[in-house]
């Protein structure tokens, strides 16, 4: 028994030490195989070093390499982040590299040079682009024929002011002051709000004839920007060189916010920039660098303030969220980078100064100047119909309803899903990012929020401006969901697939919304049954990645390409647009060297800023900066005015005279009129000169600023009102036809100038006939007065309400007094302000008052001016609350004026300060980094 139990023993023995030396070899192969390993990690690095270096041209780093990583997953951890344990990280320290249609590992797969990764940063650009220039081709929009981009307020606003802009390039013109635009105006805030984007000074070098090209054509490169600066976004939040960042940067670029907007070209640069702000938010809360968000944000509220007081907004809400995304514990560590948020907030604002202060100052004078804000709370729509706004191919809203615009490809509605189910991504992520979309969905549809995005103002038409940043969340929520393709299960896809099926055939059924053709549904569930095909190739692995990579982005660039061509992208008329250009400058040319200052109208113009087009001074204008105070003259005078716009439409032969309008161009010819002279025809365009003309300033008594009554509410009695304080005839007066309700008829009896005023506000459209012509009148209930043109004896006039029928007329009409007026004109020319030099921005002159009392001048009254009286400054204030006057006493008098915006100066000097504390930053952090990394490579 001894004998035996020796030898057990024995044998366990040796069994031991072969098991020990066993695991020995093991853990020698284990070493080995680690070794290999981080060689090949190590070559692999070194790669993929140089070739960021050849992309770059200059030695790079990762954006967050080699830095601890934070629990966001996407940086390095701040102060006061515990560092967590070591383990495979990309350089935005996600715990995986992505693994949606992988551009790197798909040129591996199908060859060398058929994917690069710079390659999706080509296609997030060139797709959009490529796919605008095919919807132009198809449209025909200049040069491949002749149809024009010009839309809404690009047809009206932007193209004007951008040929004012262009002319003053080209021929040194002040761009203080313009008088070519409403009267005179400042044009430096006018350039704030619409023109002062730095790539619009690229158009000095286009000539004067294709102005509207030039801006066509540069909507194409920002939008093609924005997809590049999206994809760019992508790889460096979450530290990827994957080419399906093009995917997603094709849809930021054309979403249905672009669908929407893109003739908008004012607001483009803050949609491209925006992608970089984020950037910068990010690397100012995870690296402490400030200097990328300074700039960037600097160069979007630079380019578009309006859209920028969106973008602030958010970048606080979003710099809160960084806050709690990455966990600061110390107080000191959040403090100091509320700090470095608040000052470089404060320094990116203060660079735009120049141009921001003078805005500021003259919204002040604009309708939007009072600030109202809503007493109740109102909700416009559920959720449900905003989710449904994500289907391609609905209607874009541009109107007065509050629909936002937020299409940003179908696939959204699968990612989205996938993106609440991965196990790959951080609950708190998802908490803080599905709040964010929750705050956008509120402001979307809760008017108080609405109307704090806005800046604090109701969008008058145009909704919902800020669900740009709506699909920048959206879109990188997809991306991240879309990282993790290869490692979600399959059973998750088809859960998601079907999901998305379910909520679009629940919005067929619950959406009453017109935009929603039926088709839409069909093609949405098209399209995501194609996106769950390629998610199930790519997870199956029998087709060729780079194949794949190419099917998905054919996919994606026709979704895209549909849906623009479906909902955005309307065209007019070139031709019609330029036709009389040529003959309008060659008459207007033919005026000068003129011998006084005066103005100029386009009767029947294309739109209100026609002298801003074809650049002669005029009274009319629209614009978001338009003066209050001269629209509410203009209505009181019985011309079209509106919110942000006043025109000379109604205007009356004194009307003309008190603004100073020497020259008419027609479209037709005025025939035999007292009134007018022939002064040249150009083609189908005939130039008048007007009788009676007032020049731009004259002395008037103190008893006709108190004496003359504005508020009559008939522009007719208004008229007459001045001319019995001046002790003359009528030029109104009325004549009686037949009131049949709906209509109205007269029959002329003297050859006059007639008009008509309707006073019931609820006709809004007018059909008025002469024999065999008529034409038709809106928006009538603005309360202008109807001009009926010269009439002979014996005409009838019939006025037929078009709107609903029961709507009575009220119609009242009046026949001008030519006689009246002569008496009048000289009574007030009799003081008159004799001009010797007239610039943009100065006017000189001489005037004798017979008694003390103010001059008049037809200009606008603004704070800028500085007025000199015999060398003397004399204090300037409101004539009418609306001309700019000052008092004279008795006696011959030199005045001369000159212009300033208000804010300039001192926005001038803090962009200078703001400037120099940004570049002496930048050099200052550069050599602190510079002296770490010698000290670094030293060591």
């Known amino acids: 028994m001894a004998a035996r139990e020796t030898a057990t023993a024995r044998e366990t023995a040796a069994a031991r030490e072969k098991m020990a030396a066993r695991e020995i070899a093991t853990a020698k192969e284990t070493v080995a195989e680690r070794e290999k390993m981080a060689a090949r990690k190590t070559a692999a690095a070194c790669e993929t070093t140089a070739e960021r270096e050849a992309e770059a041209g200059q030695e790079t780093q990762p954006s967050y390499g080699g830095a ?3 629990r966001f997953g996407n940086g390095p951890a701040g102060p006061g982040t515990e560092p967590e344990k070591p383990r495979p990280v990309t350089a935005a320290g996600h715990s995986r590299r992505a693994k949606g ?30 796919i605008m220039l095919i919807i132009f081709i198809q449209r025909r929009i200049f040069p491949f024929g002749d149809n024009s981009f010009l839309r809404t307020d690009m047809y009206h606003q932007y193209a004007p002011f951008f040929s004012e802009f262009h002319d003053k390039l080209r021929n040194g013109g002040s761009l203080l002051y313009s008088w070519n635009v409403g009267g005179g105006v400042n044009f430096a805030a006018l350039y704030a709000y619409y023109l002062a984007s730095p790539v619009n000074w690229l158009i000095i070098l286009c000539p004067k004839g294709f102005i509207i090209e030039f801006m066509t054509y540069m909507i194409v490169l920002k939008i093609g920007l924005s997809g590049l600066t999206f994809a760019w976004y992508l790889r460096k939040h979450c530290g990827t060189r994957d080419f399906g960042t093009a995917f997603f940067g094709i849809f930021y670029a054309l979403s249905g ?7 908008n070209i004012m607001w483009l640069d803050c949609i491209w920039l925006f992608p970089l702000v984020m950037l910068g938010a990010e690397q100012l809360v995870k690296e402490k660098k400030g200097l990328l968000y300074c700039v960037t944000l600097g160069l979007s509220i630079l380019s578009n303030y309006y859209i920028s007081i969106m973008t602030c907004i958010f970048m606080v809400i979003y710099f809160l969220c960084l806050l709690v995304l990455e966990r600061r514990k110390r107080l000191k560590g959040v403090a100091a980078a509320c700090l470095r948020f608040g000052v470089y907030s404060l320094l990116a604002g203060g660079m735009a100064a120049v141009v921001l202060l003078p805005e500021v100052y003259a919204l002040q004078m604009t309708a939007s100047g009072d600030v109202n804000f809503p007493k109740t709370f109102e909700s416009y729509f559920s959720i449900i119909d905003m989710l449904a706004r994500h289907i391609a191919n609905v209607e874009v809203e541009v109107g007065l309803d509050h629909w936002p615009n937020i299409y940003c490809g179908v696939a959204v509605f699968l990612f989205f899903l996938l993106y609440l189910a991965s196990r790959k991504i951080s609950i708190k992520e998802k908490a803080v990012y599905c709040t964010l979309l929750m705050v956008f969905f509120a402001s979307f549809s809760i008017n108080v929020l609405n109307f704090i995005w806005h800046g604090f103002h109701y969008p008058n038409s145009l909704p919902c401006r800020q669900s740009f940043i709506y699909v920048f969340l959206m879109l990188v929520i997809c991306y991240r969901a879309y990282m993790y393709l290869e490692e979600t299960p399959w059973k998750h896809v088809v859960i998601a697939f079907w999901g998305s099926v379910c909520f679009v055939l629940l919005a067929e059924q619950t959406v ?3 935009a929603f053709h039926f088709i839409v549904f069909y093609v949405a569930v098209l399209f995501l049954a194609l996106y769950a095909g390629l998610i199930y190739l790519r997870q199956k692995g029998t087709v060729n990645g780079g194949v794949l990579v190419l099917l998905a982005l054919a996919v994606v660039s026709v979704e895209a390409a549909v849906n623009t061509t479906a909902t955005s992208v309307t065209t007019t008329s070139r031709t019609a647009y330029v036709k009389d250009n040529e003959d309008v400058r060659d008459l207007v040319a033919g005026l000068t060297p003129a011998d006084t200052f005066y ?51 109604g205007s009356t032969p004194l009307v003309d005279s008190l603004f100073s309008i020497r020259y008419g161009l027609y479209s037709w010819n005025q025939g035999a009129n007292p009134l007018l002279t022939l002064a040249g025809q150009e083609g189908d365009t005939w130039l008048y000169r007007k009788e009676y003309t007032l020049p731009l300033g004259f002395g008037i008594s103190m008893d006709l600023e108190d004496n003359w009554q504005l508020d009559l509410g008939n522009p007719a009695d208004v008229q007459n009102d001045l001319c019995t304080v001046l002790g003359t005839p009528w030029v109104l007066e009325e004549v009686y036809g037949e009131d049949g309700g709906g209509t109205y008829a007269y029959t002329v009896e003297a050859e006059a100038d007639y008009y008509a005023y309707i006073t019931n506000r609820q006709a809004k459209k007018v059909k008025v006939a002469w024999g065999e012509e008529s034409t038709t009148y ?12 010269r009439c002979q004896p014996g005409e009838e006039i019939v006025l037929t309400c078009e709107d609903p029928s029961g709507t009575d007329l009220k119609a009242r009409i009046y026949r001008f007094n030519d006689e009246a007026l002569s008496a009048v004109y000289n009574i007030l020319a009799q003081n008159e302000w004799v001009l010797t030099e007239w610039t943009d921005t100065t006017l000189k002159g001489s005037i004798h008052m017979d ?44 005045v001369e004026m000159s212009y300033e915006p208000q804010g300039l100066r001192l926005g001038a000097l803090i962009t200078a300060g703001c400037v120099l504390i940004v570049a002496a930053c930048a050099v200052f952090g550069r050599a602190v980094r510079g002296k770490k990394e010698k000290k670094k490579w030293n060591s």
């Open 851 to 894: 008694q003390p009392g103010l001059l008049y001048t037809s200009i606008p009254y603004d704070k800028g001016w500085t007025v000199l009286v015999d060398g003397e400054e004399t204090e300037t204030r409101k004539l009418f609350d609306t001309f700019l006057t000052v008092e004279l006493p008795e006696g011959s008098h030199t």
């Open 512 to 514: 009453t919304d017109d």
């Open 778 to 789: 809106d928006n009538v209930n603005r309360g202008y007065l109807l001009e009926l043109g």
């Open 68 to 70: 601890p990583v934070s």
């Open 257 to 263: 916010y672009m669908a929407a907007y893109s003739w």
């Open 101 to 130: 249609f992988n551009g790197e590992k798909a040129a591996k797969e199908a060859g060398r040079g058929l994917l690069r990764p710079m390659d999706g940063l080509l296609a997030a650009f060139w797709v959009p682009v490529i």
């Open 599 to 649: 103005r100029i109208e386009k009767v029947d113009g294309k739109t209100k800023n026609d002298g801003a087009w074809m650049n002669f001074p005029t009274v009319s204008l629209f614009s978001s900066t338009a003066n209050a105070d001269m629209t509410d003259l203009f209505k009181k005078l019985g011309c079209e005015a509106s919110t942000n716009a006043y025109s000379i439409e």
